[in-house]
């Protein structure tokens, strides 16, 4: 079973890293702009690390527990589309920034979470077994949302999705599983480095997406980034909240809540592009900074608290 201990080395600093180097970033986006084809890679390296600090009994678990993965799955796809719909009637949204608001929102949830959910001492293999239940359902729940809330229809590449979230999420884990079970008395020492690894591998990722979307994000309008932001916090708050209805623990209440509000802005962006406008990608590539941030002060906040709610 994962060990939960207090949060030391760098995971005090999770936060200040992340802020640190994307403001680097932004100065000098030479330095972490070319690691955009190594985002993928870094992401699996991180999951390869889970893996070793997880045992196949965690996943058992997580799915004999199949109300909390029904709970997430409903929430992930009614909170944030309907949260976008709201953000833009009440802020008024121009209709380009609503229709990228609403492709995030119809998304699935994003391999970035599973790495939050690590960091947050929250439970890992549930977060793994949502992301791959929800990628497995974008093909039919996004295109349905889309076309429901902006009568647009829009298609999916679903073996592009899948090849993706094998290779990032699925093979890695299972490497770090496997490798676990061979030399479990051998793996402390690794175990002990990885959060900090992860850290500093996840916080150079969101350098890395700075650093591509700069010229976006110092031109965007305030507007886009209030939206954005609001709608990344509704699915955090909602989500915890809405899961600590159905009286589902904190732990729990943790991993849905991450879940729900990191989406797949990626897909999200390529959406937009391919069937809207280049300003519709706009929400989908402020999102992917914007989650990654409060993912990082969650983590922290989450991680310092999970021995006492345990």
């Known amino acids: 079973m994962q060990q939960i201990t207090k949060p030391q080395g760098l995971e005090r600093y999770f936060p200040l890293i992340a802020a640190g180097l994307s403001g680097l970033a932004l100065l000098r986006p030479e330095l972490f702009s070319w690691a955009g084809a190594f985002i993928a890679p870094a ?9 070793m600090t997880l045992d196949w009994e965690d996943f058992k678990g997580a799915a004999a527990r199949w109300p909390s993965i029904l709970i997430g799955l409903s929430l ?24 990228g608001l609403v492709l995030v929102g119809a998304c ?24 791959l239940c929800s990628t497995v359902l974008a093909p039919l729940a996004t295109p349905a949302l889309v076309e429901w809330i902006l009568g647009h229809r829009i298609e999916i ?8 979230v094998f290779w990032i999420v699925v093979f890695p884990l299972m490497d770090g ?39 976006a994000i110092l031109a965007f309008p305030g507007l886009a980034l209030l939206a954005v932001t609001a709608h990344n916090l509704l699915g955090f708050g909602l989500g915890y909240g809405l899961t600590r209805l159905f009286r589902r623990n904190k ?6 809540a991450i879940e729900v509000g990191m989406q797949n802005s990626g897909l999200a962006v390529a959406l937009a592009v ?7 990608a706009l929400p989908g590539a402020l999102f992917s900074l914007i989650q990654n941030m409060t993912g990082a ?4 906040r989450w991680s310092a608290r999970s021995t006492a709610d345990r």
């Open 251 to 256: 732990t729990e209440a943790r991993t849905i």
């Open 157 to 164: 590449d679903f073996y592009g999705m899948m090849r993706s």
């Open 108 to 131: 699935p949830g994003g391999t970035a979470s599973n790495v939050i959910a690590y960091l947050a001492r929250a439970d890992v293999a549930l977060s793994v077994l949502l992301t």
């Open 76 to 99: 992930q796809y009614s909170v944030m589309p309907l949260a976008a719909v709201t953000l833009g009637a009440v802020l008024g949204l121009p209709r380009d920034l609503l229709v």
């Open 274 to 280: 391919k069937h809207f406008t280049v300003l519709a």
């Open 297 to 300: 002060v969650l983590a922290r």
């Open 177 to 215: 599983l496997i490798l676990r079970r061979l030399l479990r008395r051998h793996l402390a020492p690794v175990q002990r480095a990885l959060p900090s690894v992860s850290i500093l591998v996840i916080s150079l990722v969101i350098a890395c997406v700075m650093a591509l979307n700069r010229e």
């Open 43 to 51: 992401l699996g390296l991180i999951m390869f690390g889970m893996g």
